[in-house]
């Protein structure tokens, strides 16, 4: 089966710092994908990467950055958190042409 | 664009009673699908796909879903309900990008509640 972890499951983080999510794949799928969740907006895409260093824009993509330097690791980076970036975060991967995402168990951070 | 607009934001039914989750989709062409599940606190599951073979595609857990290109409609069903099907549920339409691969417009999520 295929896994996608999130190592961290519930942060609480002051406004200002510097935050990284860790998401880590076991299927050497060429994507990932980084998503944020809030109620009644569904899942909006914050950033991709379709090979190792190479990342994309999502729709959400401003206060983020995302790092990939090894296939199975992709890593979103909140440079100065804020309130507003309060949320659920997913990652997912799929093949390279493949459709089926698969997604991480999600990682709940909370910005005081 | 493609997007997918799910009809109803929260869908309570009785345990052992059909289950039916709306969804409506928008795409220039001609689209893949699909139903994904979420429990609380829980990544999100494939429950099934349609990829342009058979319009009615069946899933995990008894659900079931039909296109139809006509209505531009990708209903979820179940023909009975039980409790551990509450949860949330999203439609979701595969959008292509220029590198080959495919990114995934959500719908904004039904969630179902079950009543004992």
């Known amino acids: 089966d295929v896994k996608v972890t999130q190592s961290s499951r519930y942060l609480v983080k002051r406004t200002g710092e510097k935050v990284f999510l860790e998401c880590v794949q076991d299927m050497d799928h060429e994507n990932m994908f980084w998503y944020r969740q809030d109620p009644g907006l569904g899942l909006r895409l914050i950033y991709f990467s379709y090979d190792v260093k190479m990342k994309e824009k999502g729709d959400i993509p401003e206060g983020y950055s995302v790092s990939r330097e090894k296939k199975e690791r992709f890593s979103l980076i909140l440079e100065s958190a804020s309130t507003n970036q309060t949320s659920m975060y997913l990652c997912?991967?799929?093949?390279?042409?493949?459709?089926?995402?698969?997604f991480g168990e999600g990682s709940r951070l909370t910005v005081l | 664009a493609q997007s997918v607009t799910q009809l109803d934001s929260h869908v309570s039914v009785s345990e052992g009673t059909p289950v039916l989750l709306r969804c409506n989709y928008s795409s220039s062409y001609s689209p893949s699908l699909f139903w994904y599940v979420q429990h609380p606190n829980k990544g999100l599951q494939l429950l099934l796909k349609y990829t342009s073979a058979a319009t009615l595609v069946k899933g995990i857990n008894g659900f079931e879903a039909e296109f139809k290109k006509s209505e531009t409609s990708f209903h979820l069903t179940k023909p009975s309900a039980h409790m551990s099907d509450a949860a949330e549920y999203f439609c979701?339409?595969?959008?292509?990008?220029?590198?080959?691969?495919?990114?995934?417009?959500f719908g904004t999520g039904t969630r179902l509640k079950v009543l004992a």
């Open positions: 997912a991967s799929s093949l390279g042409q493949g459709r089926v995402f698969f």
């Open positions: 979701v339409v595969s959008d292509p990008l220029w590198s080959g691969t495919y990114k995934y417009i």
